[in-house]
């Protein structure tokens, strides 16, 4: 079993900038996804940034240059640096690790509020 734990999300002003971080615990595989992606209400999740762990990134395109995604595979934590905020960025942000051939496991959701 795998568990996550998400921190960091929270409320800011448009531009500012917040920093999520999401440590996996529990029988992990080493050859993993781990990303974060997001949703609000009356949408489906969508991706917002990945990386691997050999630390090949995929971003959303709404996010590109504003956000980074790193990773201390040692630690099994995912971070999600979130630069010059939007107010569409607000949703609630989940985290997830994606082992190579394995099912996916979620965190429990964080709420970031970007106010205008």
């Known amino acids: 079993q795998v568990q996550l734990v998400e921190s960091g999300g929270g409320l800011v002003q448009a531009g500012g900038s917040l920093r999520l971080s999401c440590a996996a615990s529990g029988s992990i595989y080493k050859l993993n996804t781990m990303g974060w992606y997001r949703q609000v209400p009356g949408k489906q999740r969508e991706l917002v940034a990945s990386?691997?762990?050999?630390?090949?990134?995929d971003y959303a395109d709404s996010v590109k240059g504003r956000f980074t995604v790193t990773r201390d595979n040692a630690a099994n934590t995912v971070y999600l640096q979130m630069n010059s905020l939007k107010p569409e960025d607000t949703a609630v942000y989940y985290c997830?690790?994606?082992?190579?051939?394995?099912?996916?496991?979620w965190g429990q959701g964080t709420q970031v509020t970007v106010s205008s």
């Open positions: 990386a691997t762990w050999a630390a090949i990134t």
């Open positions: 997830l690790i994606r082992p190579l051939g394995g099912p996916d496991y």
